[in-house]
């Protein structure tokens, strides 16, 4: 299974950029998916979830400002991220948690490769 990342760029503060994530090869099942994001110089820290029953969880300094959201049919997660901030700029990185394997119920932790965000004034 491979994980694909894209979407970031260089925006002015204000803007808006939606970040995708596709996974690829032997996909059985996905449960979560997460999106991370790792500031220079800064722990890398979890900025949104959502389930395999769409339930979601968001840092509380992207609340009301990023929407998580996924289209199982595509195995693709998004991140619509609106009214960016300074501190936005990071690198963002998917996190899916996969069943590759039909004989098993073993999910594993698969990352994305990371795509990065700027936010200038």
């Known amino acids: 299974v491979q994980l694909q990342a894209s979407g970031g760029g260089l925006v002015q503060a204000g803007g808006s950029l939606t970040l995708s994530c596709t996974a690829s090869?032997?996909?059985?099942?996905?449960?979560?998916m997460s999106w991370y994001r790792q500031a220079t110089g800064k722990q890398r820290e979890l900025v949104a979830t959502?389930?395999?029953?769409?339930?979601?969880n968001y840092d509380d300094s992207v609340k009301g400002r990023f929407t998580i959201s996924r289209d199982g049919a595509k195995n693709t997660v998004y991140l619509q991220m609106n009214s960016l901030k300074l501190e936005d700029t990071a690198v963002y990185y998917c996190?899916?948690?996969?069943?590759?394997?039909?004989?098993?119920?073993?999910?594993?932790?698969?990352w994305g490769q990371g795509t990065q965000v700027t936010v200038s004034s």
């Open positions: 996190n899916l948690g996969i069943r590759d394997n039909s004989r098993t119920g073993f999910y594993g932790d698969y």
């Open positions: 090869g032997p996909v059985v099942s996905i449960n979560y």
């Open positions: 959502i389930t395999s029953g769409t339930v979601t």
